[in-house]
């Protein structure tokens, strides 16, 4: 049977299990160490670059559905690392922004993604880690459009 599909090949599949394992390992490291779930962090830090974007707007940015960016904020919010502003345009949404301390937060879990990236990818050289992400871009692109 030529058209047989075989996992260990077909790079759906090993692109979701990878991704898997290495949100696992993130996630270990940082709820040892702050506290936080991958969805707390992924908010954490989309806050951090973009801050008082919408809670919609994380949501198309990080993939992530309503439901776990609004528990994720809440959560958040409840440990004071989240500061909830009215959106003028559109009353059922807020404009989040880190509090000082949800600041002070990112200021401690940066570096530690950034120590914990550069230990995963260690074996690529930097020409390989490019070629990755324009790969990871131009995928999602692909997929964007299939849409």
Known sequence: MADRLHLDRFVPYLLSVTSNRVSERIARTYEALFGLSIPEWRLVAVIAERPGITQAEIGERTRMDKVTVSRAAIALAGRALLERRPNA???RSHHLSLSDTGQALYEQVAPKALELEARI?????????????EMLRRIDAAVEQES
């Open 89 to 91: 345009a559109d009353r």
């Open 121 to 133: 990818f260690a074996r690529f050289s930097r020409a390989e880690l490019a070629q990755l992400t």
